[in-house]
């Protein structure tokens, strides 16, 4: 029986808490930007690269973190203005209208299945990592791809458990293993500066596979230490990893606690990110010098794709010449990764929740547990389809780097998002300031313009950025998917309900 006046959302309020401090909502933002996995998976694309003569790893990210900007800036001013679950779909949505409702739903879909996707990567890369410190901590063992499998899908399993016992519980996992990854990095880039090179020289010695010494490896290298076109090339590297991901912070905004928290989150983790990821790198160049770590990370014998150990973490393990610091800095380079997965089992489940609030997709996806007070189908849903793609990057390519080009997907919705708030300005949607409305629009063309020029690297170089069939078709499928999700939604609603899905996106959600 269809109603007389149906609601445009399923319920008056989302029913989810304010659970999220000052420091939760900038550790989110902090995990979502894998500081941490980044500086341990550098050289596996540091050996992809045409050339390495001229790659910079410092210019390069300050580079990356100087094209981010823009995008800083469009979601912090959105962020304050919309504070919904959901983020960026909400604003994207609203921006676009329901003309386009059907290109937002195929957006934000191949945009969150990318995110599944990438959390699939890290936690194979999590158990890559762990492999790689074991033996430095005295512990021997040998994994199958079957037994990585299994490790893999049981670290997010556990994780989206936590979730389902509650969000607090989830939250504050989240920024635990954050904020432990963080003291564990910055230990490890102290030992590194302050540790004599000689001393360092002689621990990373032990590290290097039969053959090959110190002043071997370094020889090796010969070549600047900075060209510009080298160093860009490695930009789809950081779009992989770190600045473009802004968006964990705005998809739970609507349960930060405090305007302080929500309006600062994005640009002090910003800040936080640029800071230590860029001090890390310089730290291994200033502890064993630029010839070495760009001729050690490029060379697969050496940086653990074959035979050597040797990245960020371990050199700093095997420096420490301490049992207990080594055991610190080695547990914070898994813990980045399970940051990593904790902050996704809290974000994507939000997209789900938004989604199914609009009525768009089955409202089980907003339904809360009585006693949890959380969204289990939903949290079950991620888990799902996470465990299958870890499941199929295992058995069919071997390696977390066959999903690297599904961040296209992603490339794009940023891409798209640069759009909304370019309309958003022009409109003056928001109602705000001349000043800001002008802010809004050049940030949002300078953020498109960003997102094509990387889109277009990652495309021109397939060979380097996992441009394979598995990542581009769970893109490609998935924005497909979004698309026809929606038309059968609206159909449904319309004939059985009474409802028009569209008009969710005239209107701001409540919280």
Known sequence: MMEDNPPIFIRESTGLVKEAGLWDAVSINVANMSIGAALATIGFTLVA????????????????????????????????YIPRVGGDYVWLGRALGPKLAWLTNGLVLGFVVQDLAYYALISFAAVFQLKSILPMLGVNASLSLTEEIIIAVAFFSIIILTNILGTRHGIRLMTALTT????????????????????????????LPQGYTYSKVSLSYVG??????????????????????????????????GRGALHWNIPIAFLLALLTLTIGFEAMYYSLGFNFINAALSNPNINGL???????????????????????????????????????AIVAVRYWFALAFDRVWPSFFAYLSPRFGTPVYAHLFDLGVSSALIIAAGLFYGTFTALY??????????????????LMGVKNSLKISNTSRITLIIAGSLTITVMAYLTY???????????????????????????????????????????????????????
């Open 49 to 80: 690269l045409p050339t390495i003569l001229g790659v910079n790893l410092v210019y390069a990210s300050l580079i990356a973190a100087i094209l981010a900007l823009p995008q800083v800036i469009v979601y912090s001013i959105l962020v304050k």
């Open 306 to 344: 074959i035979n050597g150990n040797v990245n960020f973490w371990t050199i700093a393990m095997a420096s420490s010449h301490n049992t207990a610091l080594s055991w610190l800095i080695g547990i914070a380079s898994v813990t980045w990764y399970l940051s990593l997965l904790a902050y996704g």
């Open 224 to 257: 600047p230490e900075f060209t510009i076109n080298s160093t860009l090339m490695l930009l789809p590297f950081f779009a992989i990893y770190v600045y473009p991901w802004l968006n964990a912070g705005p998809a739970i905004s609507a349960e930060i606690k």
């Open 405 to 422: 080009g599904a961040t296209v997907g992603a490339l794009l919705y940023f891409m798209a998002v640069g759009a909304a708030a370019v």
């Open 180 to 207: 432990v990854s963080l003291i564990g990095l910055l230990v490890a880039i102290i030992i590194l500066f302050i540790t004599p090179r000689t001393q360092v020289i002689s621990s990373v010695s032990s590290l």
């Open 457 to 511: 690297q990652f495309l021109e170089y397939p060979s380097i950025w996992g441009g394979n069939w598995l990542a581009y078709g769970v893109v490609i499928a998935a924005i497909l998917l979004g698309i026809t999700l929606y038309a059968a939604s609206s159909y449904i609603n319309r004939k059985r309900y009474g409802i028009d899905v569209s008009m969710a996106y005239t209107e701001i959600p409540p919280e």
